[in-house]
Structures are given as C-alpha cells and as structure tokens.
C-alpha cells in the first residue's frame, strides 16, 4: 500500500461516509432532472402538440450539452480540481433548469436544456473520480456503485413529482423545483475537498499542466487504447440504449393506449426497482468484479428490452420494466465504478470525461431516432430489438476486452 492509499484508508468511515452522501446528493438532483424531461416531454407533447420528432430533438439536446459538459469538465477537473468543476456544473445545471420555467416557445426551452446538460453532463464523471479516488480499494467499486444508487432516488423523486406535480401544477413547477440544488452547492463548497491522491499529483506536475490535446493523445496512447476502446463501446450501447429507452418510457406507455396520469404512475412502479439494482450490483462488484457485474447485468437488460417491446399484457409490460429498470441501472453503476480505475491520477477525470462525453452521443442520437421510428409508425417490439442487439454489443465488449481491477490500487 502506497502512502496515497494510506492516507485514503487512514480517514475515517465516517468522512467517506459524508463525502460518499454529499456527492450523492448531487448525483441524486442531476437524475432528478433527467428524469423530469421524460415527463415534461410526454406533457409537453400534449400541451404544445409536438410531433414526435421535436420530441426525440427536446430529449435529445440535453444530451448534446451533456456530451460537451462531459469532456470539457473532465479535462478541467484534471486540471483545477475535483471540487470546484463539481461546484461549477451543479450551478449551471441548477440555473439553467430553472430558467426552463420561464421559456415560452420550443426554441428556447431547448437552449436552457442545452446548457442545463452542459452542468449535468460535467458534474457526472466529476463526481464519480471524486469519490473513486477518496476511498480505499477494497471499498472503491462498492462506494462508486453506492453513489450511482443515489440516481434512483433522483429518478423516484422526478416520478414522484411528475405523478403529483405536473398533472396540478403544469411543467413549469417541475423545472422550478429543479433549480433547488442552486442553494446544495453552498453547502458542497465546505463539506468536500479535492482528494489527497490528486493533490499530490498535481502537486508534482507542471505549473499548468498538459495541454487537452496532451491528456487526450494520453488516453489514448498504448498502455490505455485498448480500455478506451472498450469503455467508449460500453458507455455509447449503455447511454444509447437508456436514454432511447427510458426518455421515452412514459410516451411509450401512451403509445400502448394508457392515459398520461396511468402512465406516470406505472413508469414510477418500474423507477422503485433502480434501487435494488443498484444495491445488488454494489454488493456483487467486489464479491464477483466489475467484468462479472457488467456482463450480467447487461445481457438480462438485453433480455428486459425484448420482453419489455414484446410484452402483450399489462402485467407483462409492468414486469418487464421493472427488470429492465432492475438490470440497466445496475449496470451504470458498474460502469462507473470500472471507468475511474483504468486510468492514472494525472488523467483520470479526463478519461472518465471523453468516455462518457462519447457515451452521450448515444443519447443524442436514440431519443431522436426513437422518434423518426414512431413518427414512422415502426411497432414499438422492432424498436425494443434495436436496444436488444445494442446492448449485446456492449457486453461483448467488456468480455473480451475488459480487465478486471477488483482489489486493485489506483494508478498514479
């Protein structure tokens, strides 16, 4: 045990624990955002009489800001520092939502989703490098995972609020409610601090640091090419498959001939079952490794999706999206706890960044292809098989070119 991981192990519980809760707490509101879009898109839809494909742009765009947020932000987390990146994009993410109550035509809600994606997108593999490097190895890919279940608390609450809210209050109240972390951020900037693993680092690193364009060659210089290759496969299937999925989740509800309140309330069902997938996927992670938890739970959600598009009765569908709910979110956490540990200090945040910043091209590109595919009258089963076949691609990835990092020190 280097004197890095020393000084990680040496803190006590009880720090990780705040620190695990605080960065959660963010996590939680940046899903809680997220998860409102789904809702507001399908009121939206009726409200403003969107087509479907202004739909698929709407959800779509957050992504684009999130793909843009995702590399930049890491790059300067690698740079300045874990914090106050994290400070930064939870602000912007904050204000931008709250703003988007106030928009009164289609072009500008698009704009302040452009740049809320922008905070949220930043603020994920931020938060997650964060925490990784803040815990010592043997709770690492449980802590990550633990902090990836506080997205299904997020999701609950933007149901929560969907189901009770939006119906009463109109979608102006949910994006409202979205600008609360404004006032969380104050609490962050005393209750976290830059890990000692990057304080060090950074310590004897140049003045200013490389460059993005030395960081990224870095990423993808021999030693990491072949676990860049790999997680940019497993974040584009995972983010493609989710947010195509999941974004549209209550219009496809409406689609099967439920009324939107109906639909609110099933799709709230299938969001409880996040949490449990969450919550076995950390304990498996450092019982089995990240390959095993990976590939698992990504070949049920493959299975979930098919019988998610083919299910041909109400118990059916309600059943199988609580398994592709159960399964896919299982997996994220996995994901993010494997993604930190395959690179070293100097540019961890940075690979953790272009990883997911690719990843969320396959948010921009599902969402908006769900809706051509609806607009075209495609069954919702043929679209549920792209997702299938998506998603096993992911896992053979991991399979045959993952390494496994279970008990592993970080690399500096």
Known sequence: MNAQEQAVSGKPASTRRKLLFS???????????????????????????????????????????????????????????????????????????????????????????????????????????????????????????????????????????????????????????????????????????????????????????????????????????????????????????????????????????????????YVLIMTLAQLPGYFTAAYFIEKFGRKFVLVLYLLLTAASAAWFGNATSEGMLIAAGICLSFFNLGAWGGMYAYTPELYPTRVRSTGVGLAASFGRVGGIIAPYLVGMMVAREFAIGGIFWMFFVTILIGAIAVFWLGTETRGKELAD
Request: aromatic share 16%.
């Open 23 to 265: 960065a959660g707490l963010s996590w939680m509101f940046d899903a809680m955002d997220v998860g409102i879009i789904s809702f507001i898109a399908a009121a939206l839809a009726v409200e403003w009489s969107l087509t479907p494909q202004q739909t698929g742009f709407f959800t779509a765009i957050n992504s684009v800001g999130m793909a843009f947020g995702a590399a930049i932000a890491g790059y300067m987390a690698d740079k300045f520092g874990r914090k106050s990146v994290l400070l930064w994009t939870l602000l912007i993410f904050s204000v931008a939502s709250g703003l988007s109550a106030a928009a009164t035509s289609f072009a500008v809600l698009c704009i302040l989703r452009f740049i809320a994606g922008f905070g949220l997108g930043g603020e994920l593999p931020v938060a997650s490098t964060l925490v990784s490097e803040s815990v010592p190895a043997r709770e690492r890919g449980r802590a990550v995972v633990l902090l990836e279940s506080f997205w299904a608390a997020g999701w609950i609450a933007s149901a929560l609020i969907s189901y009770f809210v939006i119906p009463d209050y109109g979608w102006q109240a949910a994006f409202i409610i979205g600008a609360v972390p404004a006032l969380y951020a104050l609490y962050l900037r005393k209750s976290i601090q830059d890990p000692v693993r990057f304080k060090e680092q950074a310590g004897r690193g140049k003045e200013q640091g490389p460059s993005f364009g030395e960081r990224f060659k870095s990423v993808w210089a021999a030693p990491h090419r072949r676990s860049t290759v790999m997680l940019w496969i497993l974040w584009f299937t995972v983010v493609f498959s989710y947010y195509g999925m999941f974004l549209w989740l209550p219009s496809v509800m409406v689609l099967k001939g439920f009324s939107l309140v109906k639909s609110f309330e």
